[in-house]
């Protein structure tokens, strides 16, 4: 009988259930990896169309598409010959118990960080971002943040469990310093006047060169210890129609990708890539540049850290 190792060349998308194909492993603070990758579905805070609960799954089997190219352009290393990868799976959390899943990514998040592992976290609605600050800021101490979205995520107005409000309660917990951390791509009303992050909205992020962008980052963040939480939103819904609040006159794949790669050496401890909805997804398009962005997330670390 024929099997998956006898011809690995013709089974790219058999049994494609991991991130990159990698292996599964449900006690990743055991393994010898280096980096965790964790699906976080939860959408119990969203204020738009929910299904980024769904994102996890269908980001994993977008990257399948991925998972061929050992070595990633313009990157001139191969990824898995550098680093350490481990899929862990979805976090599980009894449907509907907010508290309870909050809790959860918490405990679950510090454990491995305790473990000496870094975390890239597929969400789930962008709330699952406020547990994860928390588990690191533990680890790492106030940290910087560098949030791509087309919102600032940063009001006061909303529901104990809200994916907007997560970065209105980071500052005041001490997790993150605003003083060094900086928002791309917004392009939704905010309180600027009293507003404390610095911010690249969307059309300075169209109309800036990337040196000019990249160079407006690293002065900000500087050597801090650095979450990344990128939320799909951020790209133009031509690039990602599948997510739960999308805005217009957002920013290309491309660019995106461009602005990543300049960030080279920057000290990233923890990243999440959020708010895929792929019931609104039209051929895999927003599932396949979240995959992406997670993919060039895993380079830039692999930077700095190997």
Same mark, same amino acid.
């Given at each position: #009988?024929?099997? &998956?190792?006898?011809?690995?060349?013709?089974?790219?998308?058999?049994?494609?259930?991991?991130? &990159?194909?990698?292996? &599964?492993?449900?006690?990743?603070?055991?393994?010898?990896?280096?980096?965790?990758?964790?699906?976080?579905?939860?959408?119990?805070?969203?204020?738009? $169309?929910?299904?980024?609960?769904? !994102?996890?799954?269908?980001?994993? $089997?977008?990257?399948?598409? +991925?998972? *061929?190219?050992?070595?990633? *352009?313009? *990157?001139d290393f191969k990824l898995l010959e550098r680093i !350490?990868?481990?899929?862990?799976?979805?976090?599980?959390f009894d449907c509907g118990e907010q508290a309870q899943?909050?809790?959860?990514?918490?405990?679950?998040?510090?454990?491995?960080?305790?473990?000496?592992?870094? #975390?890239?976290?597929?969400?789930?609605?962008?709330?699952?971002?406020?547990? @994860?600050?928390?588990?690191?800021?533990?680890?790492h101490g106030k940290m910087a943040l560098l949030h791509?979205?087309?919102?600032?995520?940063?009001?006061?107005?909303?529901? $104990?469990?809200?994916?907007?409000? #997560?970065?209105?309660?980071?500052?005041?917990?001490? %997790?993150?310093?605003?003083?060094?951390? @900086?928002? %791309? !791509?917004?392009?939704?009303?905010?309180?600027?006047?009293?507003?404390?992050?610095?911010?690249?909205?969307?059309?300075?992020?169209?109309?800036?060169?990337?040196?000019? /962008?990249?160079?407006?980052?690293? =002065?900000?963040?500087?050597?801090?210890?650095?979450?990344?939480?990128?939320?799909?939103?951020? +790209?133009?819904?031509?690039?990602?129609?599948?997510?739960?609040?999308?805005?217009?006159?957002?920013?290309?794949?491309?660019?995106?990708? =461009?602005?990543?790669?300049? %960030? =080279?050496?920057?000290? /990233?401890?923890?990243?999440?890539?959020?708010?895929?909805?792929?019931?609104?997804?039209?051929?895999?398009?927003?599932? +396949?540049?979240?995959?992406?962005?997670?993919?060039? %997330?895993?380079? &830039? *670390?692999?930077?700095?850290?190997?």
């Open positions: #009988m024929s099997t &998956l190792a006898d011809h690995p060349d013709y089974s790219l998308y058999s049994n494609a259930n991991t991130f &990159l194909r990698q292996a &599964l492993d449900h006690r990743p603070a055991l393994s010898s990896a280096d980096v965790v990758i964790t699906g976080l579905p939860f959408d119990l805070a969203t204020t738009g $169309r929910s299904g980024a609960r769904l !994102g996890p799954d269908a980001v994993r $089997r977008a990257s399948v598409n +991925l998972a *061929w190219e050992e070595k990633r *352009w313009p *990157w !350490g990868l481990v899929d862990a799976g979805d976090l599980v899943f909050t809790q959860r990514v918490e405990d679950y998040a510090t454990s491995l960080l305790k473990a000496g592992k870094t #975390m890239l976290s597929l969400g789930g609605d962008h709330f699952v971002t406020l547990p @994860l600050l928390r588990a690191h800021a533990k680890h791509f979205d087309a919102h600032t995520d940063s009001y006061s107005a909303g529901s $104990r469990y809200d994916h907007g409000t #997560m970065f209105y309660h980071a500052p005041k917990e001490g %997790l993150i310093d605003p003083a060094c951390s @900086l928002q %791309l !791509g917004i392009r939704t009303d905010y309180e600027k006047a009293n507003h404390p992050f610095e911010v690249i909205n969307a059309d300075h992020a169209n109309n800036l060169s990337i040196e000019q /962008i990249v160079q407006q980052i690293r =002065q900000r963040i500087g050597d801090k210890p650095l979450y990344l939480s990128f939320d799909i939103d951020c +790209l133009d819904p031509a690039y990602a129609p599948g997510t739960g609040t999308p805005v217009g006159g957002g920013l290309s794949t491309n660019r995106i990708l =461009q602005i990543l790669r300049g %960030l =080279q050496g920057v000290n /990233i401890i923890g990243m999440d890539v959020v708010e895929v909805a792929p019931a609104y997804d039209n051929s895999e398009v927003t599932a +396949l540049a979240a995959a992406t962005i997670a993919v060039e %997330l895993l380079h &830039l *670390w692999a930077v700095k850290h190997r």
